[in-house]
């Protein structure tokens, strides 16, 4: 086994306008000790079957190996928790840099904010705009996804409900009509990996069934339908709730509307954003109550600011004020996605949402690299796996962060 109890001893980017950076330590990149295996020894390792205290993992190159050779190297990392590495299905960017409206630079830039916040698989998440445009951006981020670099494309918007907007562009939007989609799902050349609609506007439920087909995940989202319209949807293939409560009608007792239906059906999994703003700990609750923890995936909705600072940014054609870490359009004051980065979600989830480890660490990895297709690969601590990681202290501070058997954050062990 790749992870061990030990035994006791003999006994027991884009644009931006004034924003300021956050301090932060500049990560290394250092190479494992002697170019072989070696073991990381002595933490408490979050497992699918649990927590193992005082367990290992071994590194062979880029993968997590069943087996030591004899007197291989080993690294103390006692008082420490090992997870594995975050997986984030929906992110607009992060570092200063937009992956809606950046160049393939900036879009490197934000990717790489975001893994030294443990965040080591990323799909790539658009904002609506001109089709035109969509179709150059798809070309873009599609290359991106062929070099390993991001998992995958997200499409939120343009086909998504006037009434429930968010942050944007209503001049923009447009009904779902399948051609349209088709259009999108051909520019990402393959890397579609899912389109948010609102599902009750005419061409959704075919739309749902073409992105169906064409092996996309159909996600619910900025929409106004009602728990009926919710229910078809989800009937014919919609499996995700985009960000569950935020741009949709409120959760009702004579009209239930699409919450009680997504989370109801086993079929879905529903996003939440725990950054403290976008949901109330009980709305969070709730939702890992009645979905429980395996139908629940923790994203980031982040934009630009992400891991950077407060200042005046560009989510596609809108003006962002982010002040204290919340990001609100300039015009309405409508939030604008989030500063978020997956290991403060975590944080919040244990500390402040008292969620088991285990939940939390199924809905920031195991969840959503199940929804991607993707858990033979990432996912999860075990043998023949892409050695991706997170090191976090006694009290859930990040100290580390592996990709690919590479420290991206260097925990200066040993």
Known sequence: MPIQQELPDSGPGSMRKGARGTARATPTHPQPPLNRPYILEGANVVLPTGTVKNGRVIIDGTRIAANAPENAPTIAVDNHWLLPGFVDIHNHGGGGASFTSGTVEDVLKGIHTHRTHGTTTLVASTVTGDMDGLVQRAGLLSELAEQGDVAGIHFEGPFISPCRKGAHSEALLRDPDP????????????????????????????????????????????????????????DAGATVA???????????????????????????????????????????????????????????????????????????????????????????????????????????????????????????????AKLLGMYDRVGSLEPGKDADLVLLDADFALKGVMRKGEWLVDPQLG
Do not use: C
């Not at 739309?207 to 229910?231: K, W």
């Open 179 to 234: 051609a349209d989609v088709r259009k999108l799902i051909d520019a990402a050349r393959g890397r579609a990996a899912m389109v948010t609609l609102a599902t009750e506007l005419p061409g959704g439920l075919d739309s749902v069934r073409l992105l169906t087909e064409h092996g996309v995940i159909a996600a619910i989202g900025h929409t106004d339908a009602t728990y009926e319209q919710t229910v078809q949807a989800i």
């Open 242 to 368: 985009t960000h569950l409560f935020n741009a949709m009608p409120q959760l009702g007792h004579r009209e239930p509307g699409p919450i009680a239906a997504l989370l109801q059906d086993d079929r879905v999994t529903v996003e939440l954003i725990n950054d403290g703003t976008h949901l109330h700990p009980a709305s969070l609750q709730l939702a890992f109550r009645h979905a429980g923890a395996h139908r629940v995936a923790f994203i980031t909705d982040a934009m630009d600011a992400a891991g950077f600072g407060d200042g005046r940014y560009w989510l596609g054609p809108l003006e962002v004020e982010v002040a204290d870490g919340v990001a609100r359009l300039v015009e309405s004051g409508t939030i604008a996605g989030s500063t978020l980065t997956l290991d403060r979600a975590f944080k919040r989830a244990v500390t402040v949402d008292h969620l088991p480890v285990e939940d939390a660490v199924a809905a920031l990895s195991a969840n959503p």
